[in-house]
């Protein structure tokens, strides 16, 4: 039982990461991207390329993870965002990144395989570890992490406050000064370098895996909502909901269903609380 | 009687046939002003002629259809409103937009950006002494200031990134009579010691006490330009605003 | 609209009829046939789901999962319980309107990006589902597409199937596209305030073009199990939901021609060149990215693009001319209203601020009413408190002595209660006659399925409408522009627009925001005469302004707010020469 409490807290933590990596770039952009669960599904597969194929050394493979992940990011603003924010057309941002995001997971789908592929260990361990096995452990840590890292950058430097001002104001941002198409396309590469770093940590999990994309942007936007847009605190705990739901189902009625349950969590909760369960209601959905 | 004679030499702001539109509706059609060193001007003219606009597309933030601005000698046309903060020009806009999630000091702070990407805190010390009202509430959440009180940080925001030109656009929409002499009796006192501002109100009388010229604008366009006791004689300004009356005749219409 | 290219337009339609009719003739073989039958299903899902995408400008990116149910329900009903097939075909688009019911009841409700994803989730779920529930519909292994009887049993009997249902889908899109109904779905897509302002039930629209979408995707997931002969959940993956929505995109919104060619080309192109065919899905992405980037209305209005740069149009700049006459011959026989609206009192609090304190006012059939004041001073608040996009905090909104406070902005538009905004609220991409038209929403009866099918009255209500809306165009002053794209207009002629759509509704009483401002003094005196002629029609207009001497000029009666508080009322003249009022202006 304890085994499935921490499976699905640990595969949680992986859908709040993604929610997390969907926060940063909404705080400057006011955009949702859809590539936003392809970038961790890049960090996982250049993760395992790096070491397996490569034959690099873990944490070489850790920082080509977070690069490709930040380049990834920066890619996404570059060619489906700045353009496109500049049009008055709304949601013409949600086409251009969806339209990334397909690019992105076919392409990785023709040059690394349909076949979801293992991770390598990281750390040296047996694989019958159970609970402790670090398949787990490392995504719960790096989302905890992350949250901490974030709530630290908001609060104490100056540019966490201008992501925050940008947010709420860009037009009063840019009379200050501040160039909001840089300070949109530092939050890009950040958010890619986290969701990059979230990928790999995961990889042990999810394996690396072309499809992964659309899974995790699909749950990470759940896990999201769950817990309310703008929240890092929610981003986590929606996320927990989340895997332990599917978890918990899982184990009780069978793994069937699980994209059933999830959407079915995500539907109560709009119904009952629409900004989610940490959301402000001044913080408002695209 | 032409007052132009007695404006200071240095020219400081030049802004030359400026045009304004939004998609294809020009809103500022072919303006010209300018801020001499050391003045105070003011921009007055009924709501929709344009004011706003004018100021946005002296800061860089709207696009300029054709013209000139230029600042001390710089030619700040296509210049990025980052650049043009730089250079010394800093807007306080309408309607007290401070950012309400970040603190008092958290707000300064984002006001020293343009010159110390890193923020300067060195400059608090002097802005607290003008605005002690800002001291006392230095963690306070903007969101749960006063009206008045969010629209001295405003400009205390401006303030704080030393400017040579405050450009200050409507700073009392909204306000108490009380808080808006505050804000110009500050801003005169800046003036005093150098700092040129060009302020536009709606208040026309309380401006025109603190302004040393002024320039009057109609549908996108100066009507009239004069220092601000020919200004406030005559009838000019009620024939503007109120009606009634021929419209103004070309001797009235100096551009 | 000249009528050598309606024409050219009438012959390529019936060149691509007698194509199409005839195409079992002279495709190559049974591949090229297959695949013509292919698009022609496709085309039976696509054309419903433009109306949810191109025209209501819902993204929704599931529609794989209605095809699903479709095809699914098809084989279960005619292959396993051996059911007449057309009787199958009917109750699988049945299924399919059902579950786009179940679907867009929560969804569309829901803003862009988190309703994108419901879809997404729905088009996973129905896949989850149909693994799961082996016995039924075969698991993974899936089951047997059946076949049509006599005479659509053979390769190109299907294909006559196929393409009858196509033509008549195409038939009925076309003529919602061309009705009421179009244009307010046109009216969701580019401008929400707008459509509610004229009356336009927003959510029942969209949940009904999105139903109509899931009835034409379950009868296209019939036929295609029946074309594909077998089906596999594995069929159904989300791959084909985005090549539905780039064949729209591509296309072109609010049209119909265009997705159409989408459809025909992106359905041949990956058939006809192989390494398109491999690189499958990200193809299309590239495709989606390139249009969205580059043409973002569509490859139809990048061929328009083109053509007006090879001959050009001068678009003249047409001053207007309004016929106030006329206008008030077509006001006057709207009959008129006999009773006033009386604000009591009213109050409106945001947070702890009173944009609106305790302000009362008569708007009188027949009387120009101005309302002034500095910034901030409650003027836009009151409109929109009476309007409906505001609900008052205190006081009352009375009509005939009935308190319409709480009703909605559409109600208010059945009321009789029309409005201009303070920067036009205007469609960009219909006529300026069609911008029009949607004004008179509200009094268009015509259903959804009866402007789809065509029926005699759509048309008959439709004639009148236009005919009015040409002579209100012609009454403010903007018959000469009335075939013009209304994002080509300036400033002057969208706002005179905006007036002509609110007339349109056949008001009672009409809300002016700020008309005067942005226009030079000739257009200024044309809106004088027009506000003179709507208001001798016995229509009541409440005039909005910082315009002071217009006002002065054309109102009975003035009310002047400061901070939300009424400081003065009564004719113009009192009004203009009151010592409080000059004071507040002047500012002492």
């Known amino acids: 039982m304890l085994t499935v409490l921490v499976t699905g807290l640990a595969i949680g933590m992986v859908y709040g990461a993604v929610a997390l990596v969907y926060n940063v770039m909404f705080s400057t952009s006011k955009v949702l991207s859809v590539t936003t669960g392809h970038i961790s599904m890049l960090g996982g597969v250049f993760g395992a390329w790096f070491i397996i194929n490569l034959q690099l050394p873990w944490y070489v493979g850790l920082a080509g993870a977070v690069v490709v992940g930040a380049v990834f990011g920066w890619l996404t603003d570059v060619l489906a965002i700045r353009r496109v924010l500049a049009r008055s057309d709304e949601h013409l941002w949600l086409l251009s990144t969806l339209a990334v995001a397909t690019m992105v997971q076919q392409g990785v789908g023709l040059w690394w395989g349909t076949e979801p592929t293992p991770f390598p260990r990281l750390i040296d361990q047996a694989f019958g570890a159970g609970m402790a096995d670090q398949k787990f452990w490392l995504p719960i840590i790096l989302a905890i992490l992350m949250a901490i890292g974030l709530e630290l950058f908001y609060r104490r430097t100056l540019y966490g406050k201008l992501f925050l001002a940008m947010s709420e104001d860009a037009f009063a941002a840019r009379a200050r000064g501040v160039s909001t198409d840089r300070i949109r396309a530092m939050s890009y590469v950040l958010s890619g370098a986290l969701g990059g770093l979230a990928g790999f940590a995961a990889g042990q999990l999810t394996f690396a895996y072309f499809a992964l994309g659309l899974t995790l942007t699909l749950n990470g936007f759940i896990a999201l909502a769950v817990g309310g847009l703008g929240s890092n605190i929610g981003a986590l705990v929606g996320g927990a909901l989340l895997g332990l739901l599917n978890a918990y189902a899982t184990y009780w009625f069978g793994g069937e269903y699980q994209q059933t349950i999830s959407v079915g969590l995500l539907m109560v909760v709009l119904l009952l609380k629409p900004e989610g369960l940490f959301g402000s209601k001044r913080v408002r959905p695209v | 009687m032409n007052n132009h004679s007695s404006r200071p030499d240095e020219v400081l702001l030049s802004v030359r046939d400026l045009h304004v539109a939004y998609g294809k509706a020009e809103v500022v059609h072919g303006l010209s002003l300018d801020v001499r060193a050391g003045e105070f001007v003011v921009v007055l003219g009924r709501n929709g002629a344009g004011k706003s606009t004018v100021m946005h597309a002296i800061s860089g933030l709207v696009p300029k259809r054709s013209g000139s601005v230029s600042f001390a000698g710089q030619d700040l046309t296509q210049a990025s409103p980052g650049q043009i903060v730089q250079s010394g020009v800093i807007q306080v806009l309408e309607g007290h937009r401070v950012f309400q999630t970040l603190s008092v000091e958290d707000n300064l702070m984002i006001g020293t950006y343009a010159k110390s990407p890193h923020g300067d805190r060195t400059k608090l010390d002097a802005i607290y002494e003008l605005f002690p009202e800002l001291a006392e509430r230095k963690q306070q959440m903007a969101s749960r200031l006063s009206g008045g009180q969010q629209q001295i940080l405003a400009v205390a925001q401006g303030v704080i990134g030393d400017p040579k030109l405050l450009i200050l656009d409507e700073p009392s929409a909204g306000l108490a009579p009380m808080v808006v002499d505050r804000i110009l009796t500050v801003a005169s006192e800046l003036c005093a010691k150098g700092l040129a501002i060009l302020l536009v109100e709606q208040l026309v009388e309380k401006a025109l006490k603190h302004a040393h010229f002024a320039f009057l604008m109609e549908t996108g366009r100066v009507a009239a330009a004069a220092s601000s006791t020919e200004i406030g004689q005559g009838d000019l300004l009620h024939r503007v605003f109120l009606g009634g009356g021929e419209p103004l005749s070309e001797s009235e219409k100096k551009v | 609209m000249n009528t050598s290219s309606n024409r050219t337009r009438l012959l390529a339609l019936v060149l691509g009829i007698c194509a199409a009719a005839t195409l079992p003739f002279w495709a190559g073989d049974q591949y090229q046939l297959h695949l013509a039958a292919l698009i022609a299903v496709y085309w039976i899902l696509i054309s419903g789901l433009n109306i949810v995408v191109g025209f209501t400008g819902q993204l929704s990116i599931g529609h794989v999962g209605l095809l699903s149910i479709g095809a699914y329900g098809f084989c279960i009903l005619a292959g396993k319980m051996e059911m007449n097939p057309y009787l199958a075909l009917v109750i699988s688009g049945g299924l399919g309107g059902i579950c786009g019911l179940a679907l867009g009841l929560p969804s569309l409700r829901l803003p862009g990006f988190y309703f994108a994803m419901a879809t997404m989730a729905f088009a996973l779920i129905v896949n989850e589902i149909i693994l799961a529930q082996v016995d039924l519909t075969g698991g993974g292994i899936g089951l047997v597409g059946p076949l049509f009887t006599e005479p659509f049993e053979s390769p190109s009997g299907f294909y006559y199937l196929a393409a009858i249902l196509a033509g008549f889908a195409t038939w009925m899109t076309w003529n919602i596209a061309r009705s009421m109904w179009g244009k307010g ?202 309007s409906g996009y505001y609900e008052p905090s205190a006081g009352d909104l009375l009509y005939q002595n009935q308190d319409f406070g709480k009703t909605t902005v559409q109600q208010r538009a059945r009321m009789g209660i029309a409005r201009t905004f303070q920067k036009p609220r205007l469609l960009p991409e219909l006529t300026v006659l069609e911008n029009a038209m949607v004004g008179a929403w509200s009094e268009s009866t015509s259903g959804f399925m009866a402007s789809a099918l065509a029926l005699p009255h759509v048309g008959a209500e439709d004639r009148i409408v236009r005919e009015r809306a040409v002579e209100l165009l012609q009454g403010v002053g903007l018959g000469a522009v009335m075939h013009r794209r209304a994002n080509l207009l300036d400033h002057a002629q969208q706002r005179f627009l905006e007036i002509a759509r609110g007339l349109a509704l056949r008001p009672k009483f009409i809300l002016l925001d700020e008309p005067a401002g942005g226009l030079t003094s000739v257009e200024i005196e044309h809106l004088g005469s027009v506000i003179r002629a709507i208001s001798k029609a016995g229509i009541g207009v409440l005039l909005v302004e910082h315009h002071t001497d217009f006002v002065f000029r054309v109102c009975d009666k003035v009310t002047t707010l400061n901070v939300g508080r009424m400081i003065k009322h009564g004719t113009a003249e009192q009004v203009r020469h009151d010592p409080e009022v000059i004071r507040v202006y002047l500012g002492a």
């Open chain 3, 185 to 386: 779905l046109i009216a969701i897509r580019d401008n929400p305030v707008t459509a509610q302002a004229v009356g336009v039930p927003v959510f029942r629209a969209k949940l009904v073009a999105f139903v109509f979408s899931g009835v034409l995707a379950g009868v296209s997931g019939g036929l295609f199990a029946s074309l594909q002969s077998y089906i596999t959940p594995d069929t159904f993956v989300f791959d084909l939901s985005m090549f539905f929505f780039v064949c729209i995109i591509i296309g072109g919104r609010g049209s119909i021609v265009g997705p159409f060619l989408g459809t025909v080309v992106l359905t041949a192109l990956p058939e006809m060149v192989a390494s398109l065919a491999k690189l499958g899905n990200f193809f299309y992405g590239l495709l989606l990215l390139i249009v969205v980037l580059v043409i973002p209305e569509g490859i139809g209005r990048m061929i328009q693009l083109i053509y007006e740069r090879i001959r050009p149009r001068e678009i003249a700049s047409i001053p207007i001319q309004p016929e106030p006459e006329k206008l008030h011959q077509v006001l006057r026989a709207s009959g008129q209203a006999h009773a006033a609206i009386e604000v009591k009192h009213i109050s409106k609090h945001f947070g702890g601020v009173a944009a609106v304190d305790d302000v009362s006012l008569t708007l009188s059939p027949g009387e120009v009413h101005g309302l002034i004041g500095p910034n901030g001073s409650g003027k836009t608040t009151i409109l929109n408190l009476l």
